[in-house]
């Protein structure tokens, strides 16, 4: 899977850890959903600011959050293989607020590498058709989430 990542703010210092760490993370999760080397994924690393503006436009919640994701391509059990032939496949687009991941980090006792690459997974969960919405969506997000965590040594 091609993974490219654009850090387009200047509030927190985004270094080669942090890119290692989201690679890390898109790869494990590319891995566990069986995800072709034919897919795009792109994920844009934003300010406090910017997210708040993407959370008021798309989500009506005038406030910044720590992730947003945009599917292209929303997967249900039915569907077939992301490993179509020739075909490129773009996953979508994942949205994080360093800023956000760093106060989070922070308040939950925990490194800023941890914390993001838990904001990746979360994100491309979603990106695969996953919620939380319902408590039996959320129990299973959550223990697919600490998986990929595990799978990546990023556990708490």
Known sequence: ???????????V???????????GVASAVAKMAK???NTELSILIVDNSYMQELNFIYRQQNRPTD?????????????????????????GDIVISLEKA????EEY???????LGY??????????????ETEAERELMRNLEEKIMQKV???R
């Open 119 to 132: 904001l990746v997974a979360h994100g491309m969960l979603h990106l695969l058709g996953y919620d939380h």
């Open 67 to 91: 992730v947003l994701s945009f599917a292209m391509n929303e997967l249900v059990d039915e569907d077939p293989d992301l490993d179509v032939e020739g075909e490129v496949n773009a996953l």
């Open 109 to 115: 006792g925990h490194s800023l590498e941890r914390e």
């Open 153 to 155: 040594k990023l556990e």
């Open 102 to 105: 760093l106060s989070q980090s």
């Open 13 to 23: 210092n985004y270094t080669r850890a942090m890119q290692k760490t989201i690679l």
């Open 1 to 11: 899977m091609e993974t490219l990542i654009i850090n387009q703010q200047n509030r």
């Open 35 to 37: 995800i072709g080397n």
